[in-house]
């Protein structure tokens, strides 16, 4: 579906209709908050996420990573944004994108998943990153049932909702 072009006809209330071929190509759900900008002759729909390039809340996670020495993964709803296990950008699998739709929180749960094509094991603690558009992606820090990482996880959370709320 490479250069597909749509004619729309905009309606009184200054709307269009994004057509399904395209919400399903992009991935692009009821409630989802797209950025609108324009120059002279174009208008640019995005999909919308505070926490990409935000390089405050990679700092911050980053200081969490030295400082604890934990082995760290931070997503938007598609993609690894940060991470010192996994590739940069690495797509998502199904499982983690539904447990990041859901708002999962999961403490302390022995399983495995795909981060584009590395395959992670081991035990991970998985918080939601919620502002008041809606859930914005997720924090997952690895480590056993018997270290701080979820408290870790659970604090990293709290600190990137904080900043993006306040931003």
């Known amino acids: 579906m490479?250069?597909?072009?749509f004619i729309k006809n905009i309606d009184n209330l200054g709307r269009i209709v994004i057509p399904m071929d395209i919400r399903r190509k992009l991935?692009?759900?009821?409630g989802d908050v797209l950025?609108?900008?324009?120059?002279?002759?174009?208008i640019m729909l995005t999909k919308y996420s505070s926490l990409v390039n935000n390089?405050?809340?990679?700092?911050?996670?980053?200081?969490?990573?030295?400082v604890f020495n934990v082995k760290l993964i931070l997503t938007n709803k598609e993609c690894?944004?940060?991470?010192?296990?996994v590739n940069f950008g690495a797509k998502l699998d199904n499982n983690i994108k539904q447990l990041i739709k859901n708002g999962s929180?999961?403490?302390s749960?022995?399983?495995?998943?795909?981060?584009g094509d590395k395959k992670v094991e081991g035990i991970y603690n998985m918080l939601p990153i919620i502002t008041n558009e809606g859930i914005e992606g997720?924090?997952?820090?690895?480590?056993?049932?018997n270290d701080v990482s979820y408290s870790l996880c659970l604090m990293l959370s709290k600190l990137i909702m904080l900043e993006l709320n306040i931003t």
């Open 2 to 5: 490479n250069n597909v072009n």
């Open 27 to 30: 991935q692009i759900s009821t």
């Open 35 to 42: 950025s609108i900008t324009c120059n002279d002759k174009n």
């Open 55 to 66: 390089q405050k809340i990679v700092e911050i996670v980053k200081s969490v990573v030295e």
């Open 80 to 85: 690894v944004l940060y991470s010192n296990i």
């Open 105 to 107: 929180n999961i403490n």
């Open 109 to 115: 749960l022995n399983s495995f998943a795909y981060f």
């Open 138 to 145: 997720s924090i997952i820090v690895f480590g056993n049932q």
